[in-house]
Nanobody
Framework: QVQLVESGGGLVQAGGSLTLSCAGS????????MGWFRQAPGKEREFVAS????????VYADSVKGRFTISRDNAKNTLFLRMDSLKPEDTAVYYC???????????????????WGQGTQVTVSS
């Protein structure tokens, strides 16, 4: 059974930092692009960041560019999202996602992601 499990969410004050992790199991994710998305209450799920299969190319939403950093450890089948200078508007459930096709590029197109985690809550207080 293929699974993506996020961890690292929590409550943080504005200006603070958090690092999210996403552990994959059931298959190797080292050959596929992966990404982070988020969904705030009453809003649609939106793209946050993506990284290609080897980690050499990253894509960020304009709202997080310069504050968030996506990375991966293929040996551990794990994806990370380092979030700095957090703002109240970053409050959301954060989801890890992965594509199924090998050697895929980083992308913000949500429909291209085939595997999803259950999400982890990030709350930023003002």
């Amino acid at each position: 059974q293929v699974q993506l499990v996020e961890s690292g969410g929590g409550l943080v004050q504005a200006g603070g930092s958090l690092t999210l992790s996403c552990a994959g199991s059931g298959r190797t994710f080292s050959s596929v692009a992966m990404g982070w998305f988020r969904q705030a209450p009453g809003k649609e799920r939106e793209f946050v960041a993506s990284i290609n299969w080897i980690g050499g190319t990253t894509v960020y939403a304009d709202s997080v560019k310069g504050r968030f950093t996506i990375s991966r450890d293929n040996a551990k089948n794990t994806l990370f999202l380092r979030m700095d200078s957090l703002k109240p508007e970053d409050t959301a459930v954060y989801y890890c996602a992965a594509r199924s096709r090998a050697y895929t590029r980083a992308t913000d197109e949500i429909k291209l992601y085939d595997y999803w985690g259950q999400g982890t809550q990030v709350t930023v207080s003002s």
